[in-house]
């Protein structure tokens, strides 16, 4: 029995892994604390929640939003061959908000016989991006993964939105979750409602079973959606689509992707 299940394993490790995606995620060392302490922030993309197997998530793009608005500047970042990591001092009763955010263009073209690539915002896609590039090929792409710290009692402040992609419009307090209970969330679109979409929420320790686990729901009218946590844990919660609202016209199609960790505590 000990060999077959050593050799389900070897030959496990070399299949293409066709079922699991690559998930990002950013996961904090405790998500409710006090005044005046730290916390560390683990942000990767993996095979497995919350495992470190495949690559670091970058975090060049990195917000940190205090309880009343301002930015905090993340400390001792850094970011070996499977995950960055990075320390946030909570100087102020409230929640926080870490998120890290991805946007822009990516463009492939012909120039002189030769395939160029490209990346960057709208405003520079004019300037640099030749007008009539041969064989062009313009994708839009709007992310956002994130989490959310409590120090103290929570707050709101720092959960507003910007308007751009989707986003979380919290109903209940996301540092305010326990198992057994039911939470309501809504994603927004732009600002708007982002109506019957499909979300994705599976808990933590994927690596230590055999299914995945996935809590389907869909967002209603109004954008929101609700779960009943079935037991305490960290959760990784996901939602994407597609759409035309493209900010150049070369961009036909602009992908639009949310993802967020939450705790879910004990009752």
Known sequence: MRTLKLATLTLAAVLPLTSHAHKAWLLPSATVSTVDQWITVDAAVSNDLFYFNHVPLRTDALSITAPDGSQVTPENVGTGKYRSTFDVHLQKN????????????????????QMKRWRGTAAAFAKEVPANAAKLRVSENAGRVETFVTAGKPTA???KLTNVGLELAPVTHPNDL???????????????????????????????????????????AQGRFSVTWPDPGMYWLEATLEDNK??????????????????????
């Open 94 to 113: 409230g929640t926080y908000r870490i998120a890290v955010t991805n946007g822009g263009l990516m463009a492939n073209y012909e120039e002189n016989g």
């Open 157 to 159: 402040d720092a959960l």
């Open 178 to 220: 326990y198992a057994g209970e039911e939470a309501t969330f809504a994603l927004m679109l732009d600002g708007k409602p982002a109506v019957n979409l499909p979300v994705t929420i599976i808990a933590g320790g994927t690596r230590y079973r055999d299914a995945q686990g996935e809590i389907e729901v869909k967002t209603d």
């Open 246 to 267: 493209t900010s150049v016209p070369q961009a036909k199609q602009r992908r639009v992707s949310y993802v967020a960790t939450f705790e879910v505590l004990p009752q």
